[in-house]
């Protein structure tokens, strides 16, 4: 954070800021450390950890399905009330280590979908989605976008899906804007021994003279139990990304941009996710070779796997950015992991979410992404 003195001599602070390239200007912190603010807005960035709750879904949050994801014929929306918890991570190594810290807000996710057992593998689908989440600070929040599943590769009747999702203004409750990130593991058909779960990040953005929301009174939740009640427990682990400015020699066939993952955890009572981070846990490295607009990407990520071991591992997907054209782009990146039996991981899930400040295909242009990882392990 940077200190203002209380004298500032006019001529010169002018002529400073004068000789400052644009890129050195970044925004200024606001008072909330949490926080990064441009004058007119704040923004506050998110990860939690979601449950869903047998419930059927509320009338309106059904009726804002329809009217924001559409209709497909032959296809019937998936919908999920849940309830959305704080996360704590480790400090050696960034993995989740306790999932439900406490329970923070509320979620609804509906999604245009085909029957994720109908997917071919080696494919994807996809389909138009709809998220309205309640979250401390921020309030009502709601975003539409898209969202895709994949099988997973080595465990026939499990799914990746993973959701990249714009968020809607909404001048009621002072939202301007953002963006949503889903990283889900699903089990559709209940196989034993698999888990399901998910992680999401998010950045808002809120009108800077609109009081934050205050955070609901919940108490702690006791072990970190997070709905994985069929056995097996993925691991997740939590990150901010750092450019590395000159990246060594890689097995990029293209142009490397290695990012660095720091560690990060959220605030108990909020899941909001403060602007610093911690020690260095892990590294993605993505290749760019004759990348274009949405195109394919090729990435190697190493991380802490689910054994405890540290493990290198091969994805592949693709970058997207989401927003207004006339305001700050947020890139959502969603990387499938391969199969990788010798590290002990049948398959995952990488997501960044981050400002689009570099060419399409660079992960952490120094923009410091949230980067959510899930690895499922072998059966």
């Not at 001529?11 to 004068?18: E, G, H, P, V």
């Not at 559709?188 to 009174?217: F, H, I, K, N």
């Not at 941009?257 to 602007?275: D, Q, W």
Request: charged fraction near 20%; aromatic fraction near 4%.
């Amino acid at each position: 954070m940077v200190t203002r003195r209380r004298l500032v001599v006019p001529a010169l602070l002018s002529l400073l800021l004068a000789l400052l390239p644009t890129s050195a200007l970044a925004p200024p912190v606001s008072a909330d450390p949490q926080s990064v603010g441009s004058g007119d807005v704040v923004g506050r960035s998110f990860a939690f950890r979601t449950l869903e709750v047998d419930r059927t879904p509320r009338p309106a949050d059904s009726a804002a399905c329809r009217e924001h994801a559409g209709t497909r014929g032959g296809f019937v929306p998936m919908e999920l009330d849940a309830r959305l918890f704080s996360v704590a991570t480790s400090e050696q190594d960034g993995r989740v280590v306790d999932e439900t810290r406490r329970r923070v807000g509320t979620g609804y996710l509906c999604v245009q979908l085909p029957d994720p057992m109908s997917v071919p593998a080696e494919q994807s689908a996809g389909g138009s989605a709809y998220a309205r989440l309640r979250l401390p600070t921020a309030g009502r929040v709601e975003a539409k976008g898209w969202c895709a599943v994949a099988p997973a590769l080595a465990q026939p009747g499990n799914a990746h899906l993973a959701c990249r999702l714009s968020v809607l203004r909404d001048r009621r409750t002072g939202v301007v804007r953002g963006a949503l990130a889903t990283n889900t593991i699903l089990n559709p058909v209940g196989t034993p021994l698999q888990p399901a779960g998910s992680l999401w990040t998010a950045y808002v953005e809120t009108r800077a003279d609109v009081e934050p929301r205050p955070a609901p009174a919940s108490a702690p939740v006791s072990g970190t139990v997070a709905g994985d009640a069929l056995g097996a427990r993925a691991a997740y682990v939590l990150a901010r990304g750092r450019r590395i400015a000159d990246p060594p020699s890689s097995r990029c066939f293209g142009s490397p941009h290695e990012t660095a993952l720091h560690r990060v955890t959220t605030r108990g009572r909020t899941g909001v996710v403060p602007s610093g981070s911690g020690r260095r846990v892990g590294l993605l490295v993505s290749c760019v070779a004759s990348f274009e607009v949405n195109g394919m990407l090729t990435a190697f990520l190493r991380v802490v796997g689910p054994t405890g071991e540290r493990v290198e591992l091969e994805t592949e997907g693709r970058c997207v950015d989401r927003g207004r054209p006339t305001a700050v782009l947020q890139r959502v990146c969603e990387l499938r992991v391969l199969p990788a039996p010798q590290a002990g991981v049948q398959g995952g899930l990488v997501t960044t979410l981050g400002p689009a400040l570099a060419p399409v295909g660079e992960i952490g242009p120094g923009d410091r992404p949230l980067v959510a990882v899930s690895l499922v392990p072998l059966g």
